[in-house]
């Protein structure tokens, strides 16, 4: 299909001009909070540093090794020069390795400095050796997933992507497996309720979570195995997703990247404004997430439909616009392509209000319109699911037939028992169904579907494409973290003062080393 | 056949005509689509009270599950003047209706501290609380514009919690316990509410509420609460509870509306 025919952009008759001044205020509202990012480093970045050098395990209590040895360092040296300098120097002093001087760290029975001349000069050799491994083992699993692809051959849009939340690695894996078999493209574990307030990696595999399963990086490793099998027994790919956000995003993320995850949740907002995590400690954390993601040709998706869950989707429909275009502007910043950006968005209007499904279809085809070469992830709709099934069931097929008239890349199955149960095996079955009934009636439809030129939907579309404008002013007038701290996003008010995680949060002094961002930013593998 | 009134306090389900007791069902059975799978389905339904029993729809979900629809009569009979219903003893009340009763009754935010006391870090209760992401769909109190949350978070000793809930000059304490081992949930609620009675004069004392999977909602006397939630409570209803219990009503007739979504006890 050639983009003359089917261009939402000139079917819209968005002014090109608009677009660039919406992205122009996008990076402009942007820059100042990735320079303030670049200023600061949090506890989270120095663990995901040690992660990537390779450390591993916790101790007697669960508490990760990482955890331990940052606090021994941050206690004894501070964090201001980064956690790679005092513990290489420890290292290169006692001739231990990492996991060692953790174990003693714990113990209490060595001491960190900041080492200076040619000590630092040589702790940060060693480190800067050791961390590589780590990316290289990044490096090699992107080469792998490229194989893999190559192999089985690229998968249509729109990806068909499913969910599994037991609690329980064990249980989580057939039924992963199950879905995949019945058509799921991507499969995503969703984590235990409160994963993303607690500030350390559960260890091992686990088979207790609330609600989901915890990210862990042997739960990871478990599940990529897992789908590997299922891939080459269906003859495709299949991607596993999970969530670098709350408090532990850039560790989580570095732990993707090593057990070769393809997709993150990873909002530059949401943890601020959902989970009231410090919006310093989330621009901070985010940022090196995302230069992982980068590194490691994972696809991000943001969050934007979480907005449309507490503001109104009509109303609010403008800040879903802004957000995404400083999704956009905050991924490219950190290095990602066109093609990782799941920039979000939801079918979540009021199906009582007239029209309700004309707006969706304006809504959609902008994020289309300005956004072509990102994949888009279309969720399906939660707030307005009564329990009715039978209704939910009509919704979500509406769902998908916006999802195909607009070309949305990766669309995430509705349930007809959301907000009722955790889905069943046969309400999986029958959402499927539904996909592809739609899909198959009206896949190409979308070849025959051009909106009046000044019609209700190109109306709408370009309304909201211009409070979108509007609010990026005021956002750049104001500044962005004066933006949040004033509730302009899904209506809560997160001061830059305030929120979980801010004690973690540190100024760099000069000096500041950090391999991992070196080797990310410098594109090297040594 | 006499054309006397029928009984209405003695029901079944209706499909197109008064007593036909058609019911539809819809369920999975972990075998292979065949016909003894229909034949265990039918026989399933029939068990269930549907006789005769229509398997109407069955359809093989992977290799060794099948979906059926089934439709049928039930001869069960319902008399109306036996159910019991636990009345909720409060309206419950949409975000909308909570906002506007603190506006009218109270003319200023309605301000509520949380916590998770003790050594519990387990902030899950009071996050699904508070949170706006919420729980069960709903959106927690942070959500609504009337209500001002200062969430804690875990860990949080109870002069400390005395101390944030007399700066903040809370109406409500929200506490949430879920570690039970030893009882420590009670020993820190009996804790918690004696040094609340003890820093504050009774009248000027902030509501105290409780929760976690584990409490006996009765228990308010004995460990010296307002109230006590137990599992599966939702944003809306603690925050329905908090306008009941705390905003005055003024002259105006209330928006409250008549709460029809009563649980069965």
């Known amino acids: 299909m050639s983009r003359s025919t089917t261009d939402p952009r000139r079917m819209l008759d968005l002014d090109p001009v608009t677009i660039r001044k919406a992205r122009a205020l996008a990076r402009r509202a942007g820059a100042p909070v990735v320079s303030l990012a670049k200023r600061h480093t949090t506890v989270s970045v120095e663990r995901a540093v040690l992660r990537l050098a390779g450390l591993e395990g916790a101790d007697v209590e669960g508490i990760p090794w990482v955890n331990r040895l940052v606090d021994v360092v941050r206690a004894d040296a501070g964090l201001e020069h980064g956690v ?33 001349g040619r000590d630092a000069a040589r702790a940060a050799k060693a480190a800067r050796a050791q961390v590589a491994a780590g990316i290289r083992r990044i490096d090699a699993n992107r080469r792998q997933r490229d194989r893999l692809i190559t192999r089985f051959g690229p998968q249509p849009a729109p990806w068909i992507y499913l969910i599994v939340a037991t609690g329980d690695i064990y249980e989580d894996i057939p039924q992963a497996q199950a879905a995949a078999r019945e058509g799921a493209d991507v499969i995503a574990v969703i984590r235990s309720t409160g994963q993303s307030l607690l500030d350390y990696v559960p260890e091992g595999p686990t088979r207790e979570g609330y609600a989901g399963t915890y990210a862990t990086q042997a739960n990871f490793r478990l599940m990529r195995a897992a789908l590997d099998e299922t891939s080459a027994e269906l003859g495709r790919y299949v991607r596993l ?26 909002d530059s907002m949401y943890g601020i404004l959902f989970r009231d995590i410090n919006p310093v400690r989330t621009f901070v954390d985010q940022r090196f997430s995302r230069q992982i993601h980068a590194r490691a040709g994972i696809i991000i998706n943001t969050g934007e439909d979480n907005y449309l869950t507490t503001a109104d989707a009509v109303d609010a429909a403008h800040t879903v616009t802004v957000s995404q275009l400083l999704n956009e502007f905050f991924a490219k910043e950190a290095g990602l392509a066109d093609w990782q950006l799941g920039l979000g968005h939801a079918f979540e209007i009021n199906p009582d209000l007239p029209d309700s499904f004309r707006l969706e279809l304006a809504h959609a085809m902008l994020a289309r319109a300005l956004f072509p070469d990102a994949p888009l992830k279309w969720m399906p709709p939660t707030k307005h699911m009564t329990g009715d099934v039978f209704r939910g069931y009509l919704l979500d097929g509406f769902f998908n037939l916006a999802g195909a008239l607009t070309g949305q890349g990766i669309l995430l199955v509705g349930m007809m028992t959301e907000a009722v149960v955790t889905p069943w095996l046969s309400d999986r079955d029958l959402a499927l169904q539904n996909v592809r009934y739609v899909f198959n009636a009206a896949g190409n439809l979308r070849e025959d579907f051009r909106p009046a030129p000044d019609g209700f939907i190109a109306n709408r579309a370009r309304q909201v494409l211009g409070e979108a404008v509007d609010l990026l002013d005021r956002i750049v007038d104001d500044t962005l973290l004066e933006a949040i701290a004033d509730g302009t996003f899904g209506l809560m008010k997160r001061p830059a003062d305030a929120g979980r995680g801010l004690d973690g949060v540190v100024r760099k002094e000069s000096g500041y080393l950090n391999p991992a961002t070196d080797l990310l930013e410098e594109g090297a593998t040594r | 056949m006499s054309k006397a009134k029928p009984n209405r306090n003695i029901v079944r389900p209706y499909g197109d005509a008064t007593g036909d007791g058609m019911v539809q069902m819809s369920f999975t059975l972990p075998l292979p689509h065949d016909k003894r799978a229909e034949g265990a389905a039918q026989l399933f339904a029939t068990k269930m009270g549907m006789d005769p029993a229509m398997v109407v729809h069955a359809k093989a979900m992977g290799p060794d599950f099948t979906f059926f629809v ?63 992401k919420g729980f069960a769909g709903e959106k927690g109190l942070e959500y609504y514009s009337e209500i001002t949350v200062v969430n804690l978070g875990a860990q949080v000793a109870v002069p400390e919690l005395v101390e944030q809930a007399r700066a903040h000059k809370a109406d409500a304490v929200l506490v949430s316990q879920v570690v039970t081992q030893r009882d420590a949930h009670l020993h820190n609620t009996k804790e918690m509410s004696a040094a609340f009675r003890e820093a504050f004069p009774a009248e000027r004392r902030p509501l105290l509420v409780v929760g976690g999977p584990r409490f006996d909602e009765l228990a308010t006397a004995e460990l010296g609460v307002d109230r006590i939630f137990g599992r599966g409570t939702t944003p809306g209803e603690v925050a329905s509870y908090l306008v009941s219990a705390l905003v005055p009503v003024p002259d105006a007739r209330p928006a409250n509306r008549p709460d029809t979504r009563k649980k069965a006890s």
């Not at chain 1, 969530?243 to 990873?266: F, T, V, W």
């Not at chain 2, 636990?86 to 200023?108: C, F, H, M, S, T």
Request: net charge negative.
């Open chain 1, 84 to 116: 790679a300098l005092p513990v290489w120097d420890a290292m290169a002093r006692t001739g231990d390795d990492l996991l060692t001087v953790a174990q003693k760290a714990a113990a209490g029975s060595v001491t960190f400095r900041v080492p200076e």
């Open chain 1, 241 to 266: 997703t999970n969530y670098a956000s709350g408090l532990c995003m850039p560790e989580i993320a570095s732990l993707a990247g090593l057990e070769r995850l393809d997709m993150m949740l990873n």
């Open chain 2, 70 to 132: 089934v439709y049928g009569p039930v001869h069960h009979l319902v008399d109306v003047r036996d159910v019991v219903v636990q009345e909720r003893d409060y309206p419950l009340l949409a975000p909308k209706e909570v906002n506007a009763a603190i506006k009218r009754g109270l003319r200023r935010p309605l301000v509520v501290v949380g916590a998770c006391i003790g050594t519990d870090a387990h902030t899950v209760g009071i996050d699904a609380i508070l949170n706006i």
